[in-house]
């Protein structure tokens, strides 16, 4: 017998379901400060490098490697996270 896995639709469903219940406060999950790993990796980049952040949550690497200056696409499956990273970029680089 042999179930049958969930459609990518439905498996995305589930994740916003999930990720969007995490982030509708004002407080930062996982706070503001990027990750531990990626300060420690980001001297690997060149400068104005182009980076992609896949599952960016509420942005805090995605922005911070924008206040240094590299070109960042984030993603993310969390419509609360986008925007709070939104929120998030719009008060480190004082846009209104």
Sequence with gaps: ?????????R?????????NARYPTEDFV??????????QAASRLSANSRVLCIGDGEGRNSVWLAQRGHRVTALDVATQGIAKAAQLARRRFAIR
Excluded at 11 to 19: A, C, D, E, P
Excluded at 30 to 39: C, E, F, H, I, K
């Design 1 to 9: 017998m042999s179930a049958t896995a969930p459609s990518p639709i």
């Design 11 to 19: 498996v995305q469903q589930r994740l916003q379901k999930f990720w």
């Design 30 to 39: 996982y706070g503001t400060a990027p990750n531990d790993s990626l300060v």
